[in-house]
Antibody, heavy 119, light 110 residues
Framework: EVQLLESGGTLVQPGGFLRLSCAAS????????MSWVRQAPGKGLEWVSS???????YYADSVRGRFTISRDSSKDTLFLQMNSLSPEDTAVYYC?????????????WGQGTLVTVSS | QTVVTQEPSFSVSPGGTVTLTCGLN?????????PSWYQQTPGQAPRTLIY???TRSSGVPDRFSGSILGNKAALTITGAQADDESDYYC??????????FGGGTKLTVL
């Protein structure tokens, strides 16, 4: 059974930094691209970043230059380093597994971790 | 800037059929955008419904179907049930590793 467990969300001050983690199990982590998707309170879903199996990384314009996605295949864990946080980054952050090669979608989701940026 | 458009809200009667659409401000949606659809109820993680335009995810009932209608992607729910009342999001792949979510459609079943 695929499981994704996010952690690291908390209250942080504007300008601060935070690292989110996503522990994966139930599949061969190194064989799948992974993504972060966020949802601000009362708002819709927003794709944030993806990490490909080849090491390629991709970012939404809203976070490029501030956020860094990475993965540790020895620990089956995905990370999101978030710097220069602003109140607009307040959201539930979901970790999502991408589908098989040749497809472009999110097939499994974690339950999310809440990041609140406020003074 | 790429914008994916969805109806903000829609209403359907129990047992009825509803089609939600997903458009692109820069032009027509095609299978090359790999349209996918997700269902979300308040406080819950999204659930994957449809991917690659019209492939149902595992366990999704066949009353959910995806297609391209005209210049948009579409999600059709046939025989709507009360527990279909949710927010529905489409995602389009726009290249260079970038996916864009639509703003979501709030579906009411009444």
């Amino acid at each position: 059974e695929v499981q994704l467990l996010e952690s690291g969300g908390t209250l942080v001050q504007p300008g601060g930094f935070l690292r989110l983690s996503c522990a994966a199990s139930g599949f061969t982590f190194s064989s799948y691209a992974m993504s972060w998707v966020r949802q601000a309170p009362g708002k819709g879903l927003e794709w944030v970043s993806s990490s490909g199996i080849s090491g390629a990384t991709y970012y939404a314009d809203s976070v490029r230059g501030r956020f860094t996605i990475s993965r540790d295949s020895s620990k089956d864990t995905l990370f999101l380093q978030m710097n220069s946080l602003s109140p607009e980054d307040t959201a539930v952050y979901y970790c999502a597994k991408r589908g098989p090669s040749g497809t472009v979608f999110f097939d499994y989701w974690g339950q999310g971790t809440l990041v609140t940026v406020s003074s | 800037q790429t914008v994916v458009t969805q109806e903000p809200s829609f209403s359907v009667s129990p047992g009825g059929t509803v089609t939600l659409t997903c458009g692109l401000n820069s032009g027509s949606v095609s299978t090359n955008h790999y349209p996918s659809w997700y269902q979300q109820t308040p406080g819950q993680a999204p659930r994957t419904l449809i991917y690659s335009t019209n492939t149902r995810s595992s366990g999704v009932p066949d009353r959910f179907s995806g297609s391209i209608l005209g210049n948009k992607a579409a999600l059709t729910i046939t025989g709507a049930q009360a527990d279909d009342e949710s927010d529905y999001y489409c995602v389009l792949y726009v290249g260079s590793g970038i996916s864009v979510f639509g703003g979501g459609t709030k579906l009411t079943v009444l």
